[in-house]
Nanobody
Framework: QVQLVESGGGLVQAGGSLRVSCAAS????????MGWFRQAPGKEREFVAL????????YYADFVKGRFTISRDNAKNTAYLEMNSLKPEDTAVYYC?????????????????WGKGTLVTVSS
């Protein structure tokens, strides 16, 4: 069992930056691929970014490429999402997730554990 707790959300102006964190419980953090997903008001949850267990491979949704960076610190059992050049359309609840699955299934939301989310609001 893995428990995930997101933090770092908040209000930021368009063009600004924010880093959200995901702290994981347990000693099996390195067994899991970590991902970030988001859900905007009135919309379905969507994939944002994915990182493999070692951090050597990352995957991004097209709409965040070049602006967002996913990373992880296995010594701290923590994953991060650095968000730059934020736009009002990035406003959403951002969820951290952990899974032992294929990249395609992970991108489709097929993760094993989910956090409760942290709200990111980008003002225009």
């Amino acid at each position: 069992q893995v428990q995930l707790v997101e933090s770092g959300g908040g209000l930021v102006q368009a063009g600004g930056s924010l880093r959200v964190s995901c702290a994981a419980s347990g000693r099996t953090f390195t067994m899991y691929t970590m991902g970030w997903f988001r859900q905007a008001p009135g919309k379905e949850r969507e994939f944002v970014a994915l990182i493999n267990w070692s951090g050597s491979s990352t995957y991004y949704a097209d709409f965040v490429k070049g602006r967002f960076t996913i990373s992880r610190d296995n010594a701290k059992n923590t994953a991060y999402l650095e968000m730059n050049s934020l736009k009002p359309e990035d406003t959403a609840v951002y969820y951290c997730a952990a899974g032992r699955t294929t990249v395609s299934r992970a991108q489709g939301g097929g993760m094993d554990f989910w956090g409760k989310g942290t709200l990111v609001t980008v003002s225009s």
